[in-house]
């Protein structure tokens, strides 16, 4: 698939540290939240072979923020997830899908609980903010919501721990995962996560002072020298194979959590009260029948910009491939694809047509690694 740049406007805001990446060489963008979130730098397997072996630093400032607070906002953040957030704590990260009245995804954030009257929504691909405010309105809830000046930077890889305290001191290794607390950085505080949409470990740093967040971003180039620190975005190939999924690639709003494989943040049985319950309940009941599942594609190469239809071998469908992209570790196509209640099977085969030719490939477990 020929690539074609994005043209820069208003509407497509850029960040912070948009100045500051290309003149690191960013070589792709994608949008995000209306923004531009880096793709690539060298190449997505260049880039991939690094964030696993050093560390890097990613504008993820497109991880934008939908901060809910007020007397009500704990009933309002509730009725939105599916997830039992009543006994929440204040400095702790929550993943926890966001669904309509009809029990479909609107969104996967991180809600972090700021306060007990303070909510930030980390959020996903998705006008959160006015299902948020229509939800607000409907019930007259009493609470304020607004998308705070926060950009995000994520410190990602096996040596972000020793970037990480060399710049904020040895205690922000004490942080657990999904965590948060703030840390000090040249008389600014900054409210850090040890989170982010890798599997190689890391951090999140949430920005509130955009000027600060630029002298930091400089700084953790300064002090990541020897450890190779370079600057990264989040990558195709290793979300894949640790089955980070992603809103409007893997799972949009057709789909229902247990089709997405959230069960275990579906709490269908709690006293709580959100959006789409009963009709959750009666699709656990019926059960579901289709579901998120990995393929493998014994080819090199794949264009992902539609869905692909998978096929057995009398041509009935099998599923439709949502995200992939050739592994460098299993040296085959990999991807992540709603696949049909009859081939859930991981010993199933099925073909693909990629450029006018059949592939075959078969349906596996995730994640891959």
Not at 72 to 87: E, G, I, N, P, Y
Not at 134 to 155: Q, R
């Amino acid at each position: 698939m020929k690539n074609f740049p994005i043209a820069k406007s208003r509407r497509l805001r850029s960040t912070p540290y948009t100045d500051r990446i290309e003149r690191q060489g960013v070589s792709s963008y994608t949008v995000y939240n209306h923004m531009l979130l880096p793709a690539s730098f060298v190449s997505a397997e260049v880039d991939y072979h690094h964030l696993k072996e050093f560390v890097q630093v990613w504008d993820v400032a497109a991880e934008r923020q939908v901060e809910i607070s007020g007397k009500d906002s704990a009933q309002l953040v509730q009725l939105m997830t599916c997830r039992d957030l009543s006994k929440s704590k204040v400095g702790k990260c929550y993943y926890a899908p966001i669904i309509d009245g009809q029990g479909n995804l609107v969104n996967d954030p991180i809600i972090n609980k700021l306060a007990e009257d303070r909510w930030w929504l980390s959020i996903a691909d998705s006008d959160v903010i006015f299902f948020a405010k229509g939800l607000a309105s409907g019930n007259k809830f009493d609470v304020d919501i607004k998308e705070p000046d926060v950009n995000i930077l994520a410190v990602q890889g096996p040596l972000s721990d020793q970037l990480m305290s060399k710049v904020f001191g040895e205690k922000i290794c004490q942080l657990k995962f999904f965590n948060f607390d703030y840390f000090e950085f040249k008389g600014v505080k900054h409210f850090i996560a040890r989170s982010g949409w890798s599997k190689q470990g890391g951090f999140e740093i949430y920005v509130e002072n955009a000027e600060a967040g630029k002298d930091l971003y400089d700084y953790l180039f300064e002090a990541g020298l020897e450890f190779n620190v370079k600057p990264g975005c989040p990558n195709l190939i290793e979300r894949i194979e640790g089955a980070l999924l992603s809103y409007g690639n893997d799972f949009d709003n057709r789909d229902n959590p247990f089709e997405a494989n959230f069960e275990k943040y579906t709490n269908l049985d709690s006293e709580v009260e959100f959006l789409g319950k009963e009709r959750l309940k009666k699709i656990r009941n019926q059960g579901v029948t289709r579901k998120l599942m990995g393929v493998k594609i014994d080819h090199n190469q794949i264009d992902m910009y539609c869905e692909k239809t998978l096929f057995d071998d009398d041509n009935n469908i099998v599923g439709f491939v949502r995200s992939a992209t050739y592994s460098p570790t299993f040296k085959k196509v990999i991807g992540i694809a709603m696949i049909n209640k009859p081939y859930w099977n991981s010993k199933n085969s099925f073909k693909i047509e990629i450029n006018e030719k059949i592939h075959l490939g078969n349906i596996c477990d995730l994640p891959f690694i």
